[in-house]
């Protein structure tokens, strides 16, 4: 059975971190493409960031770069995210989402609230 299970979320204050983590089970993780997508209310899902399959290559949206980074360790199947420097306007549901050729995988997503 594949699982995405993603952890991590909660409330922050801006200018403060988190790191999200996105568990994979059930498929072969090291073969997948893996990003992380977020959904603001009254918004349609973009995408935050992708990693390679060996973590070697790295994109992001735009205005992320230097404020988010994501990694993953194929050894215990889980990609992450770290945010830093949060801002109200990150605030959403984040989403992990696995991609091999045309199979898509998606999780359940953690919400992230960044207020004072």
């Known amino acids: 059975q594949v699982q995405l299970v993603e952890s991590g979320g909660g409330l922050v204050q801006p200018g403060g971190s988190l790191r999200l983590s996105c568990a994979a089970s059930?498929?072969?993780?090291?073969?997948?493409?893996m990003s992380w997508y977020r959904q603001a209310p009254g918004k349609e899902r973009e995408l935050v960031a992708t990693?390679?399959?060996?973590?070697?290559?790295?994109n992001y949206e735009d205005s992320l770069k230097g404020r988010f980074t994501i990694s993953r360790d194929n050894a215990k199947n889980t990609v992450y995210l770290q945010m830093n420097s949060l801002k109200p306007e990150d605030t959403a549901v984040y989403y992990c989402?696995?991609?091999?050729?045309?199979?898509?995988?998606w999780g359940q997503g953690t919400q992230v609230t960044v207020s004072s």
């Open positions: 989402n696995a991609r091999f050729t045309q199979t898509y995988y």
């Open positions: 059930g498929f072969s993780f090291s073969r997948y493409v």
């Open positions: 990693i390679s399959t060996r973590g070697t290559i790295t």
